[in-house]
């Protein structure tokens, strides 16, 4: 099971959907395999943004493309934050939300 949160602007989900397909599908079977208990293919951790948070990397011919999330629980994930990568080093901005919706995660558990 997937949680999409939102905090800030937009959500995940929305973002995730705005993707071009095959970015879109890209990180779709790559969360599918974390679900599945498997490490993506290409991912990096993002102790920055809060402990046990991973970043999935996608490079595809319209661009490189990230999705932020935690996996607390078998098969359960946090989609906390998915974009577009447009400089060699993650913005701010992208950095604050995904920190921004993990806070969330914590106050509701």
């Not at 599918?32 to 011919?61: A, L």
């Not at 319209?62 to 400089?87: D, E, M, N």
Request: glycine share 8%; aromatic share 10%; net charge positive.
């Amino acid at each position: 099971m997937a949680v999409y949160l939102s905090a800030g602007r937009g959500n995940s989900r929305e973002d995730l959907r705005n993707f071009p397909g095959e970015a879109r599908r890209e990180i779709g079977y790559q969360l599918e395999h974390v679900q599945e208990g498997v490490d993506p293919n290409d991912w990096k951790p993002m102790s920055t943004v809060g402990p046990g948070v991973r970043e999935i990397r996608v490079r595809e011919s319209s661009g490189i493309f990230r999705c932020i999330y935690l996996a607390p629980w078998p098969q359960g994930i946090y989609v906390l934050h998915c974009f577009q990568k447009k400089t060699r080093k993650t913005s701010q901005q992208d950095l604050d939300l995904a920190e921004k919706r993990f806070k969330s995660i914590q106050v509701k558990s």
